[in-house]
């Protein structure tokens, strides 16, 4: 009796060849996660001890690399916590808002950044009124950030109706009333109001990095999806 013959198995080998890319894929962009994260938490840890530098000095480039993400900087905002702000939607523990002013420079760059007080429940938010609050007779201190991307799932901000989930500096500078604002924000760290108000987040407080474990998995899987392919080719054309 003749042997059947045993045809190469192209579709098999297409699609085994496209789902270990895939992963490989998943594993590498993990791979380059992991780099950024441990950059990040790098550049955190080496700001617990920075000492503050002046935000005109910070905004003019006196930054190495002049990169403005996470430089710890003093400025002089008395009235931020009587001005006018705007609610940006937030979570941390619980729903609620960032409350963002500007604040007024001179004799740098820009002539205003949006300061970002901090954080207050949604409960709490309702009570909240402009100018409850006090004149400060001392420098801010805070932490300069170039603010979250927003993605596919963030939804449109709606100036018109108060309602803001992302940080779109123009937008919110013009809505405050802010003329020729930095393109950063100022995430103030002390003082923090007295009383009632909310609570200074310069910095967040649990940075998971996990990618390590993730890319092995994808890897894993990459490499276990081989062994599956090439233990049904032997069994597809062993004699």
């Not at 979250?148 to 100036?159: E, G, I, S, Y």
């Not at 967040?204 to 390590?212: G, K, R, V």
Request: proline fraction near 9%; hydrophobic fraction near 45%; charge should be positive.
């Amino acid at each position: 009796m003749t042997e059947p013959v045993r045809k190469f198995p192209i579709g098999l080998t297409i699609a085994s060849a496209i789902g270990i890319a895939i992963l490989i894929g998943l594993g590498v962009w993990q791979v380059k996660r992991l780099h950024w994260k441990e950059a990040l938490l790098a550049k955190i840890a080496a700001l617990e001890a920075a000492a503050p530098i002046p935000v005109n000095q910070a905004l003019a480039g006196g930054v190495a690399s002049q990169d403005l993400d996470f430089v710890r900087v003093t400025a002089t905002c008395p009235d931020i916590e009587t001005t006018p702000y705007l609610k940006l939607y937030a979570v941390r523990e619980v729903a609620g808002f960032r409350l963002i002013t500007p604040c007024a420079l001179s004799g740098g760059p820009y002539r205003t950044i949006l300061v970002d007080r901090g954080f207050v429940a949604q409960d709490q938010a309702q009570t909240l009124k402009a100018g409850q609050g006090r004149k400060l007779d001392q420098p801010i201190v805070g932490v300069l950030r170039k603010g979250d991307v927003r993605n596919f799932l963030t939804p449109a901000n709606t100036p018109s109706q108060g309602l803001w989930y992302w940080r779109d500096v123009p937008a919110m500078a013009a809505s405050l009333g802010a003329t020729d604002a930095a393109p950063t924000f100022l995430m103030l760290e002390k003082p923090a109001p007295q009383g009632f108000g909310p609570t200074p987040a310069p910095i967040p407080a649990d940075i998971p990095n996990n990618h390590l474990q993730y890319a092995l998995t994808w890897f894993g899987l990459a490499l276990a999806l081989l062994g599956v392919y090439l233990a049904s080719l032997w069994k597809r054309l062993k004699p």
